[in-house]
C-alpha cells in the first residue's frame, strides 16, 4: 500500500471525515517517524473500544509508532482483543481465524515476494497469547520451523480477555479469573525458549513501560524477518478489566512484575541475524 | 466519559512520557511551540495512566460538566 491510496479525489476532501483527512495530511506513511514523535502526527489508530487503561491497547499503539515501513507493511491478526481494534487501523491487515494467523502470513509473505521481488513488504502477526501459545500454536510453531520471513508479535494479557476471562496457557500458575476459579494448574508456555529452539532468529520480551525498548524489539523483529528467518516478540501488556486492578494500574503491574523478576527484558539474537543487524542499524547512523 | 484528563500548563514540561502512557491514540498531543502537552477530552477515557507516570503532578483527572464539548 503506498500513501497514494489514502489520497481523496479532488473536490471529495471537504466530504470526508476529519480524521481521514488528518491521516493523509500528517499520517506516518513514507515518513520516518517512530515512538518518540507520538502527539506530533496523525496515528494509524482510530479511537478504539478497548478498555480504559488497557495495556494491549498501549502496546498497539506502540507497535504501529514502531514499523518501519508502514506503507509497506501487512498485519495478520487474530480472534481476542486486538481484534476489535483493527478495524479501526489504517493500515492493510487480515482477520486470520483463530489459530492460523501464521499460516496466512507465510502464504501472504510468498506470495508477495513474488509480485513485489524488489521491494520488502513486511508481514506481521499481531495475536493474543490464546490465539499464539495455546489454539495457534501449532501452525506458529510450523512457520518458525520452516523458517518463514515473519514477525510474530504476541500481545500477552494472560487471559482470553473479551470472552469474560478465561485462563490462557500464558496466565501464570495459580491465576484466578472469572471463569477460571480454581486457579490455573501449570506455569506459563516458555514461548520465548520454545521460539529459539524452533528456529527463531530473533526472540525478545519487551512491555510498553519502556517505549524505546519496545520499539527497538519490534524493528528489529521486522527487519531480521525480511532478510534472516522468523522472528517473535513477546508483549507482557496486562489487562486491568480481567485481573481486576485499577486502569490507573497497568504500568505499575509490569513495574511490579519487573522489580519481583517473574518478568523479565530478553533478546536472543543468532549470530546471523546479529551480523544483518549490525549492517542495517550502522546504515541508518 | 464521564472524567477526563486536564493539564495544567504551568506544571507540564514537555516530557512527553504521557503521551507513551496513554493507551488511547490521538488523545495526549504535543504542542511543539510551547513544549507542553494537551489533552483532547472529547477522546479521552480517564483512565488515570497518564496522571500515574507525569513527574510534575501536571496531570488530574477531573469530572466532565455539563459545559464541556459535547461528543460530534
Ligand atoms: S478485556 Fe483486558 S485486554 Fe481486553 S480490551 Fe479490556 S483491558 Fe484490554
Ligand atoms: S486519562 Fe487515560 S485516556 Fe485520558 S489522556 Fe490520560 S492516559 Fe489517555
Known amino acids: 500500500m503506498t500513501k497514494q491510496m489514502f489520497r481523496i479525489a479532488p473536490g471529495f476532501e471537504e466530504i470526508m471525515p476529519q480524521e481521514y483527512r488528518d491521516l493523509v495530511t500528517h499520517g506516518p506513511y513514507d515518513r520516518n517517524v517512530g515512538v518518540a514523535d507520538l502527539g506530533t ?3 494509524l489508530l482510530e479511537e478504539h473500544p478497548l478498555c480504559a487503561g488497557c495495556g494491549l491497547a498501549l502496546s498497539l499503539r506502540l507497535f504501529l509508532a514502531s514499523l518501519p515501513a508502514p506503507a509497506d507493511t501487512v498485519v495478520v491478526g487474530s480472534t481476542g482483543c486486538s481484534a476489535i481494534a483493527f478495524p479501526q487501523v489504517g493500515l492493510h491487515n487480515i482477520h486470520g481465524l483463530f489459530g492460523n494467523q501464521n499460516a496466512i502470513a507465510s502464504g501472504l509473505k510468498r506470495a508477495l515476494k513474488l509480485r513485489f521481488p524488489d521491494q520488502p513488504k513486511d508481514v506481521v502477526v499481531v495475536a493474543g497469547d490464546g490465539a499464539t501459545a495455546d489454539i ?4 506458529v510453531m510450523h512457520s518458525w520451523f520452516r523458517g518463514e520471513n ?5 500481545l500477552d494479557n494472560e487471559a482470553y480477555a473479551n470472552t469474560g476471562g478465561q485462563e490462557s496457557g500464558m496466565s501464570p500458575r495459580g491465576t484466578v479469573l472469572n471463569m477460571a476459579p480454581t486457579g490455573k494448574k501449570f506455569e506459563k508456555v516458555a514461548m520465548p525458549e520454545i521460539a529459539r529452539e524452533a528456529g527463531c532468529a ?3 520480551t ?15 523483529a521486522i527487519l531480521v524477518a525480511r532478510d534472516v528467518g522468523s ?3 513477546q508483549v507482557f501488556c496486562p489487562c486491568p478489566t480481567n485481573y481486576k486492578f485499577r486502569p490507573d494500574e497497568t504500568l505499575s503491574v509490569i513495574r511490579k512484575r519487573e522489580k519481583e523478576g517473574v518478568f523479565q527484558y530478553r533478546e536472543y539474537i543468532t549470530p546471523q541475524a546479529q551480523e544483518y543487524l549490525a549492517a542495517v542499524e550502522g546504515e541508518k547512523q | 466519559m464521564y472524567a477526563a484528563a486536564k493539564v495544567e500548563l504551568s506544571r507540564c514540561t514537555g516530557c512527553k512520557l504521557c503521551i507513551l502512557a496513554c493507551p ?3 488523545v495526549i498531543c ?3 511551540d510551547d513544549k507542553k502537552v494537551k489533552v483532547d477530552v472529547t477522546r479521552c477515557k480517564g483512565c488515570g495512566l497518564c496522571v500515574a507516570v507525569c513527574p510534575k503532578a501536571a496531570l488530574a483527572l477531573e469530572a466532565l460538566t455539563e459545559s464541556e464539548p459535547a461528543r460530534t
Do not use: C, Q, W
Open chain 1, 206 to 220: 519487551t512491555s510498553p513501560l519502556h517505549a524505546r525498548r519496545f520499539e527497538k524489539a519490534i524493528r528489529r
Open chain 1, 202 to 204: 530473533y526472540v525478545a
Open chain 2, 30 to 32: 504535543f504542542l511543539a
Open chain 1, 41 to 43: 502526527f496523525k496515528e
Open chain 1, 231 to 233: 522472528t517473535y516478540v
Open chain 2, 24 to 26: 488511547d491514540p490521538n
Open chain 1, 150 to 154: 515473519i514477525a510474530t508479535v504476541m
Open chain 1, 136 to 139: 495457534g500454536l501449532e501452525m
